[in-house]
């Protein structure tokens, strides 16, 4: 392209000059301003193609880590469904129990998949490795604002919340603040086989009343909690579910 503005810089710097040493000067000046204007278009040219290329890197960059935190979306919400599900049969727990205190007719032998499940406990895992790699090349790198405040929300706050609910926040630590109560209250009451595996439990329970009133104050608590996280959690699902559409739909596009 520039060797054609060249010719034509050239054509025009012969026609139409004055005879003599005006016209030599006047075709010196137009050679002249023809070899400017030439670098400028070059230089011009030059920085659109580089502009070009640094912002076709920086997308297929941006497309790589938001694919990659999508993918790491898709394991969160594997996570959220198992944790989910737990604390949907901790609460399945709480009710059998609740029922053994109230001599109501129970199952015996699913005794040992309700005392398991009802102090269990849970770990929000989240895979943050996409995220990371995008703090590490600048949040700004994601173009849509929409998107890149959805993430940063998501990753810094509602994460960061559910964690420290599951793994610090003292009322969800079940086993820690429940079981060795709830262990010696009904212990007496736990059937074993020969390989020492919880297999059934003797009833009907024989009980103080402040045992029994311990036991259903820590039943309340319990419930309580689960179903607190579990709205969270479902909050949370639906959040990563609608990050998910929006980044998918951003990569189709780019």
């Not at 935190?69 to 949907?88: A, M």
């Not at 079981?179 to 086989?193: A, C, E, G, Q, T």
Request: proline share 1%; glycine share 4%; charged share 25%.
């Amino acid at each position: 392209m520039v060797k054609v503005f060249r010719n034509v810089r050239k054509k025009l710097a012969s026609e139409n000059l004055p005879t003599g040493q005006a016209g030599k000067v006047a075709g010196y000046l137009r050679y002249a301003f023809g070899e400017i204007f030439l670098v400028v278009v070059g230089i011009l040219i030059a920085l659109s193609i580089n502009t070009w290329n640094d912002n076709r890197k920086e997308s297929l960059i941006e497309n790589k880590i938001l694919t990659e935190i999508s993918n790491g979306l898709s394991q969160d919400l594997i996570d959220i469904k198992s944790n989910r599900d737990g604390h949907l049969a901790g609460l399945k727990a709480c009710d059998y129990w609740g029922k053994i205190i109230n001599n109501e007719k129970v199952n015996s032998d699913s005794v040992r998949f309700f005392y398991h499940y009802l102090v269990r406990d849970f770990l929000s895992i989240q895979n943050t490795s996409g995220y990371e790699y995008l703090k590490s090349k600048g949040l700004e790198l994601i173009t849509n604002d929409s998107i890149r405040i959805e993430i940063t929300t998501l990753y810094e706050q509602h994460y960061n919340f559910l964690r420290k609910l599951e793994e610090d926040y003292q009322e969800m630590q079940f086993q820690k603040e429940y079981f060795k109560d709830i262990n010696n209250i009904v212990s007496p009451y736990l059937v074993f086989n020969q390989a020492r595996e919880l297999k059934s439990i003797r009833l009907p329970l024989k009980l103080s009343e402040s045992e029994k009133q311990l036991f259903i104050s820590y039943l309340w608590k319990i419930k309580k909690n689960r179903l607190f996280i579990l709205e969270l959690y479902s909050g949370t699902e639906q959040k990563i579910k609608q990050l998910q559409e929006k980044i998918d739909k951003e990569i189709s596009q780019n």
